[in-house]
């Protein structure tokens, strides 16, 4: 790798306090751990909860934020073969102990153990991350970096959702609550999958418009009427097979369960600190329904996900809504709070 010895990074000390661009030694790899160099690196709705929302605890401060990285390889650690300098890799940021009872069964993304890079260990909004070998992922050589980057999370999410938890079936009908990134990236999805009626559930009649560009049949604003209601008219009063609510608050997520049909099944992928509250008993046993958490994603997810976009089935162009260098992150940070523009993903790209 290169002879320099330290680097610039984005390091959180306070919530409400600008990441301060530091200059800090480049770490060494551990024996079974890579130095990848950045690329690109998105900006997440998780990283607006720690910087500004003090929501979200970090591992320590102050620590280097980012967990939607990619880059290219630097430096393997002794023990690793199988990573060379210059491989393309993206990083999965959720760093598993490969030992408990969910990561045996193959459910790595709810590890008892879990870290996340990024969060609890030090990110990608620098000019070198450490990884554990593990973590990384190829890059196909066709994709872009910032693209790339936006699987990790931004897409690998709402696939998690849709696909491994909801077990979305061809010719299933779909409500996608919530038309920010991940919904936009879920829409798509649902339509790659075979679904035979994706209907978009948002507020905003220009997001809602971008999410019948994605991809979405039907659409109903929830300003409008009885949204749910809406939704059952669209699905000839059944309801949805499968909905998936990616905003994490309680009126959207009673909302997502009143759009099912009997038999249906809700996955609420999005986070919020208010509780859960839906139908009573008497309808919500009656009806068989399901209303099953999805959090976060696993490798394979993304691997899946880097390939779809390499042989062309699925289009990430739009997806980068604006990048920015290192030196602004702060700036990408608080457009995405204040959605200006509306972003589908800000991504912090590097030489």
């Not at 999965?92 to 260990?121: A, D, Q, W």
Request: hydrophobic content about 40%; charged content about 20%.
């Amino acid at each position: 790798m290169s002879k320099k010895k330290m680097m610039k990074a984005a390091r959180f000390y306070k919530v409400n306090e600008p990441l301060k661009i530091e200059e800090i030694p480049i770490p060494s790899p551990g024996p079974d751990e890579v130095l990848v160099k950045m690329k690109a690196t998105g900006i997440c709705g998780s990283d607006v909860h720690i910087a500004f929302e003090g929501v979200t605890p970090t591992g320590f401060l102050p620590i280097t934020l980012g967990h939607e990285p990619s880059g290219v390889v630097a430096e393997p650690g002794v023990n690793v073969t199988e990573w060379k300098e210059g491989d393309r890799v993206v990083v999965s940021s959720i760093v598993t102990c490969g030992k408990c009872y969910n990561c045996l069964r193959g459910r790595e993304s709810i590890c008892i153990r879990k870290k996340l890079l990024g969060i609890h260990l030090n990110g990608g909004l620098a000019e070198y991350m450490l990884a554990p070998r593990e973590n990384l992922i190829a890059i196909p050589g066709n994709v872009p970096f910032d693209q790339a980057s936006t699987c990790t999370d931004a897409v690998a999410t709402p696939f998690h959702a849709l696909i491994t938890v909801g077990k979305m079936k061809l010719g299933d009908t779909v409500a996608v609550i919530g038309l920010g990134g991940l919904g936009l990236h879920a829409i798509q999805l649902a339509k790659l999958g075979g679904a035979s009626k994706i209907i978009a559930v948002g507020r905003t009649p220009s997001v809602i418009e971008r999410a019948m560009k994605a991809g979405a049949n039907l659409s109903v604003n929830i300003s409008e009427g009885n949204p749910a209601q809406k939704v059952k008219e669209l699905t000839d009063g059944y309801g949805v097979d499968l909905a998936v609510e990616l905003v994490g608050t309680q009126d959207m997520i009673a909302l997502g369960a009143d759009c099912l049909r009997q038999g249906g099944r809700l996955v609420v992928a999005g986070l919020g600190p208010a509780n859960i509250k839906v139908m009573p008993p008497t309808i919500f046993v009656r009806q068989e329904l399901d209303i099953v958490g999805s959090y976060g994603w696993d490798r394979r997810e993304v691997a899946t996900l880097l390939q779809l976009v390499a042989t062309g089935q699925l289009d990430l162009s739009g997806s980068v809504s604006q990048r920015f260098a290192l030196e602004d992150v702060n700036t990408a940070l608080e457009n995405l709070r204040d959605r200006v523009g509306r972003p589908v993903r800000l991504v912090i790209v590097q030489d």
